[in-house]
């Protein structure tokens, strides 16, 4: 399959010339005679590899790096300069490319530092992959939005005290997890200390203390030996507590003490231990209305949101879609071994329209899906062709209407709204329940059930 290059020149000669021999190694060229004409393609494609000019009749092409970088961020990019401006590919190089070649070229040189530029990529993928792996982090797109840019400069500044505790609220999948890695990072450069995750809502009731704190040998039936608990494990490091609401009362209390004073005792144990572990805490559920309820402690909710952030759903920040697939479309393709698939222009205007119920992880789930079912070289995302496409931004549906889930006049039962919302997504996917419950972070039994249909 052909490798999508984006080649940016206004010299005609050279472009056509550069174009022909690179088409000839199996690259597959657009060109673009401006800047204009390079944004242009890049809404329609997403590039492996770009050749761009430093002199353009619209602006600076080492001016545009950052951009064309934000926009496709798996490309690998060969700057073209003038003879003997080595400032320049110096400065070329620092801003991201990987290699420069000066005018006049010779295209036999062009040919050899495409391949070698994209090799190079390659290698660096798979380092940058291998590293994810072994650390269980993914690179973070940098957003474009302007409410995303303020969460991330509110962590920088958050990063400089390391054991305030942190509450990340938001809708399920707009990356809380991902957020709270990205904390982590800045607040332990040397990439050595702990980060540990708990899905509170998947710790069993009757081991969730012992989970959490650990236990002392003898402390109940099945304890044979002592064992430290996930905030000992934590210790330096990032304690991760996902869906913390779902947090037994009892318990919410023994979080209390630890985050006033560090310290916390062992179940079973009388002997005092500390733990430096930084509490960054994350739900997508009403905290507030769980306190009304008596659900929820008013002052665990309090010193958990020392700073507290909101993640704003996608479809509030329609301008970060389009960086965020690019970004995800590189890392899956690394996965999955399409390295030559982008995103056609139906798939972009249909990621534009879709107003993502499920936020970024719906947005990779259906790049993930389109990957392995569409397997030409330019994705359209069919998987989107069946769904009812609500613009960004759309107002919500009112209450009256019957699949209305957001809360106004009287109040309602929680379990209605939450039905309400499951059959909206269902509706969003066209119908395919296995995708809605994906989508809603819910197993198949319990996304029946909210439907009202399991037992």
């Not at 993928?125 to 994810?132: F, K, M, P, S, W």
């Given at each position: 399959?052909s ?5 940016i ?6 472009s056509?010339?550069?174009?022909a021999a690179?088409q000839?190694e ?14 242009a393609?890049?809404?329609r494609l ?13 602006g ?9 970088k ?11 300069t003038?003879?003997?401006d ?19 070229v010779e ?7 495409a ?9 660096k ?8 792996e ?6 973070l797109?940098?957003?474009a939005s302007?409410?995303?840019?303020r969460?991330?400069?509110?962590l920088?500044?958050?990063?400089a005290?390391?054991?305030?505790a942190?509450?990340l ?5 707009t990356?809380?997890e ?12 040397g ?6 995750h ?8 009757q081991t969730?203390e012992?989970?959490l ?7 109940f039936?099945?304890?044979?030996t002592a064992?430290r608990?996930l905030?000992?494990?934590a ?18 209390a023994?979080l209390?003490t630890f985050?006033?004073?560090g310290?916390?005792r ?16 994350a ?15 008013e002052?665990?909710w ?10 704003p759903?996608?479809r ?8 965020l ?11 999955l ?17 879709y107003?993502?119920?499920g936020n970024v992880?719906e ?12 397997p ?5 995302l ?14 919500a ?8 889930f ?7 039962a929680l ?17 395919r ?9 819910l ?13």
């Open positions: 399959m490798i999508p290059l984006l080649f020149d206004d010299d005609r000669a050279f056509s010339l550069g174009a690179l000839r199996g690259y597959a060229v657009t060109l673009a005679r401006s800047l204009h004409e390079a944004r393609a890049l809404a997403t590039p492996a590899l770009v050749v761009l000019d430093r002199r353009l009749p619209d600076d092409g080492l001016t545009f790096l950052p951009e064309l934000a926009q496709a961020p798996g490309a690998a990019v060969v700057m073209v003038a003879h003997g080595i400032a320049s590919a110096v400065d070329a190089v620092r801003a991201g490319a990987a290699d420069y070649v000066a005018k006049p295209l036999a040189d062009l040919v050899l530092r391949r070698r530029a994209l090799d190079t990529g390659r290698l993928d798979r380092l940058a992959a291998a590293e994810a072994l650390s269980g982090r993914r690179r797109v940098p957003p302007a409410a995303m840019q969460v991330f400069a509110a920088e500044r958050i990063a005290s390391p054991r305030s942190v509450m609220l938001g809708e399920t999948g990356g809380k991902m957020l709270a890695r990205h904390l982590h990072a800045l607040s332990s450069p990439g050595d200390a702990p980060f540990v708990v899905n509170c809502a998947a710790l069993p009731e969730v012992s989970e704190f650990g236990h002392e040998k003898g402390a039936t099945d304890a044979r064992r608990g905030v000992e494990v210790h330096g490091g990032t304690l991760f507590l996902d869906e913390v609401g779902e947090l037994p009362l009892g318990l919410q023994k209390l985050l006033d004073s310290r916390f062992r179940l079973g144990g009388t002997t005092e231990h500390s733990s430096s572990a930084r509490i960054v805490a739900t997508h559920r009403d905290l507030p209305g769980l306190m009304a309820r008596g659900e929820f402690r002052d665990l309090f010193r958990l949101g020392v700073f507290r952030i909101d993640i759903p996608l509030e920040r329609p301008e970060d879609i389009l960086p697939a690019a970004g995800i479309l590189a890392e899956l393709r690394r996965e071994g399409r390295r030559d698939a982008s995103l056609g222009p139906h798939a972009r205007a249909r990621l534009a329209a107003a993502f119920p992880r947005l990779r789930n259906l790049l993930e899906r389109a990957l392995v079912m569409e030409g070289p330019e994705l359209e069919d998987v989107l062709a069946g769904t009812k496409p609500v613009p960004a931004g759309a107002p549906a009112s209450p009256s209407e019957p699949n209305a957001v809360i106004s006049g009287p109040p309602r379990e209605e709204v939450e039905r309400a919302y499951t059959r909206w997504v269902l509706e969003q996917m066209g119908g329940r296995m995708e809605a419950a994906k989508v809603l972070g197993s198949y039994p319990t996304f029946l059930k909210r439907l009202g249909e399991g037992t």
